[in-house]
């Protein structure tokens, strides 16, 4: 439930347990994010329906009740626990339903101009025009290894969750040593830096990203603050964001380009132009594209799990009726036999 706030609208993402370490620590954020002002509001994802595949058709989804959350905050903080050195399946999950062309800043800018200027693009993405409102982020993930490599790739991975909206994130930070549950909370620090990490973002909700101040701690990259490389001999890339950069004899790497970094708007507008321009090149070959692809329909060696009915449970009633849940999803109360 969201409180009255001044300073715009917060929005907290919990992955993890319903009041485990990595959602005390998200409310310890949101907690000092209320206190400068913000309205906020916790959405834990373990209690949405987010099906994929074919089972979103079928299913009941709550995935767009989230989309209207997401694209009316002015801040948001992302908690997770570190989960094999990355982040909760939800989240990653939620990504993949949410998160993609239909989030993407730069392709909606761009499909808005095609159609001022009365053009339809050859991918008709979905176009919510409030994706392009500035917003800020902060991420918070905890896990109990003390040692680094146990949690490499979790902050590269909720970047994921924000570069494609062009959300500036402004703050981040991992935690160790919290490898019971709910024992986040003999972390004083821990708890004391996430309310930091909430100021932070609240302190800059309404920002526009090119104004939004990095708060975290520095990272080797300028663009995502993070320490993940890859090295082709001396050329350096930001194995997170794409920036790329010269390792020099001294070690050192000096960034030379960071308009590849898939955080920078130049970035997400050649990859928009990309994708239109590979859609208007297989428009022409679409037929030779379904003659081919129909050789591997024919070829066929799927296997399926046989369909297993959902448990039917029961219970009795003092009054000498029984009650039992069906797979319909109800309560059926009927007499005895």
């Not at 930070?173 to 709910?182: D, E, K």
């Not at 708060?215 to 890859?230: I, R, S």
């Not at 024919?298 to 009726?321: C, F, H, I, M, N």
Request: net charge neutral.
């Amino acid at each position: 439930m969201s409180t009255s706030g001044t300073g715009g609208r917060m929005l907290g993402l919990g992955c993890g347990q319903p009041d485990g370490s990595a959602e005390i620590l998200l409310k310890a954020a949101l907690r000092a994010a209320e206190g400068e002002g913000a309205d906020v509001e916790l959405v834990r994802l373990d209690e949405l329906r987010l099906p994929s595949g074919a089972a979103e058709a079928a299913e009941p989804d709550d995935a767009w009740w989230l989309w209207e959350r997401l694209v009316e905050c002015d801040g948001l903080i992302v908690s997770t626990p570190i989960i094999s050195r990355t982040v909760a399946a939800r989240l990653k999950l939620l990504g993949d339903r949410l998160l993609g062309p239909n989030a993407d800043a730069a392709i909606i800018a761009g499909l808005l101009a095609l159609r001022r200027q009365g053009r339809e693009p050859a991918v008709p993405f979905r176009v919510d025009q409030r994706v392009l409102k500035p917003r800020v982020a902060g991420f918070l993930a905890v896990g109990g290894s003390l040692t680094p490599q146990w949690k490499t790739l979790t902050l590269p991975i909720m970047h994921t969750t924000t570069f494609s909206m062009h959300i500036a994130v402004v703050d981040q930070v991992q935690f160790s040593g919290a490898g019971t549950p709910r024992s986040v909370v003999l972390d004083a620090a821990a708890l004391d830096r996430a309310a930091v990490l909430g100021r932070n973002v609240a302190g800059q909700l309404g920002v526009a990203f090119d104004q939004a101040r990095y708060l975290g701690p520095p990272g080797l990259c300028p663009m995502c603050h993070l320490d993940v490389v890859a090295l082709h001999g001396a050329d350096v890339a930001c194995a997170t964001c794409g920036a790329r950069g010269r390792l020099g004899p001294d070690l050192q790497v000096t960034w030379t380009d960071l308009s590849t970094s898939v955080i920078s708007m130049a970035e997400k507008q050649s990859h928009a132009v990309e994708i239109q321009e590979t859609a208007e090149r297989h428009r022409e070959l679409r037929p030779e594209i379904e003659q081919r692809a129909r050789a591997f329909e024919a070829y066929d060696r799927t296997v399926r799990p046989e369909p297993t009915p959902l448990p039917v449970r029961r219970y009795d009633r003092s009054d000498g009726l029984h009650v039992r849940w069906l797979p319909t999803g109800c309560w059926h109360v009927c007499s005895a036999g």
